[in-house]
């Protein structure tokens, strides 16, 4: 159930690494949270993180090809979900992330200051949180 303090997370899920955006489910405001490594610890590391920061509701990112088709990488980002679900007791949303990551490098190059790959899956995985929020109204704090 979704409260006052309960955080919306979303993930731009990579094989290196997974940009986290965080909202909280009154203000519905996505903004860049963290990149965490995409390893052998990722699930625990997920844990911790939403167990933090009172997360009720996980969004990941679904990338698809340009005509909406299945890609091998679709293929990774569901199989990855399938894990994390048997780790984590939340609602977990699918979000079509098309050319998010094209779309936070773009917009960090244009701000002309130094940033790293992390930055850009965390702003990636904002965009993609965004657009949940837009296509979800009726996801709120009770």
């Excluded at 489910?25 to 993180?49: G, H, Y």
């Excluded at 167990?51 to 679904?62: E, H, K, P, W």
């Excluded at 965009?127 to 709120?140: C, G, V, W």
Aim: charged share 25%; proline share 4%; glycine share 4%.
């Amino acid at each position: 159930m979704l409260t006052s303090s309960s955080s919306i997370l979303a993930l731009d899920v990579g094989g290196q690494r997974i940009g986290v955006a965080s909202a909280n489910a009154v203000a519905r405001i996505a903004s860049p949270l963290t990149t965490l490594q995409n390893n052998e610890s990722i699930i625990a590391d997920l844990q911790e993180l939403l167990n933090r920061l009172d997360t009720a509701v996980l969004v990941i990112g679904l990338p698809r090809g340009l005509d909406g088709q299945h890609t091998s990488q679709t293929k990774a980002i569901e199989e990855f979900v399938l894990d994390l679900k048997q780790h984590i007791n939340l609602p977990v949303y699918m979000q079509d992330e098309a050319v998010t990551s094209r779309q936070a490098e773009a917009e960090l190059k244009a701000r002309r200051k130094p940033y790293a790959k992390g930055d850009i899956d965390a702003l990636a995985a904002t965009y993609i949180l965004e657009d949940f929020l837009r296509d979800h109204p009726e996801i709120k704090a009770l």
